[in-house]
């Protein structure tokens, strides 16, 4: 349904955040992945700033940032890397993978986490001085399937943002990864579907707003 035809039959009652949430459900099972029950109620912020944004994991924080930024928000750092396995679908811009190819931490080389049989085909995807809006899968030959296969090329070098890939180079990380792909199973045997469903719903729990808090926006772009 068109969000303005939801509006129009349901007026001031289903938020964007709610349909946000629903959202990311839908895609993860729309490409294979379990489903989950999303909790409902959450109502609109009034304040949107750009600035905000600073708060949020970038593509090359080392793994001591990433794990405060989540835990900033209540969230573990197990909970980080599971989130972080949700990049088994989607894409980035070669402007956040370039650096890392032609000139990491201005070494003028490429990021040695990268396998050498690998980096070819991420140049071929974003030359160098290339188009830097060219979307290159994050998980490679997996990119439309909601699997663990993202934490799979982590461990084969093949992590296409540098973020992602310091999850198998960190030892702190590195054991979630492992434990995902089967490593100590007797000891956790975490199951990735079911724990990034868990994880998602205590990543909506974060800051949310309910009651008389906010608003139900009639534009997801702007506030009433």
Known sequence: MHLSKLES????????ADILALAARDSVVLTGGRSWQVPL??????VSKASDTANLPAFNDPISVQIKKFADKGLNTEDMVILVGGHTIGTAACAFISVRLYNFNNTNRPDPDINPAFL???RALCPNGGDRSVRVAL???????FDKSFFTNLKNGRGVIESDAKLWSDPTTQKFVQQFLGYNKGLHGLDFGVEFGKAMVRLGNVEVKTGKQGEI???CTATN
């Open 120 to 122: 070819p085909k991420l």
């Open 9 to 16: 039959a349901c007026p001031g009652v289903v938020s964007c």
């Open 217 to 219: 926006r009639k534009v």
């Open 41 to 46: 109620g959450r109502r609109d912020g009034l």
């Open 139 to 145: 998980d490679t030959g997996s990119v439309n399937r």
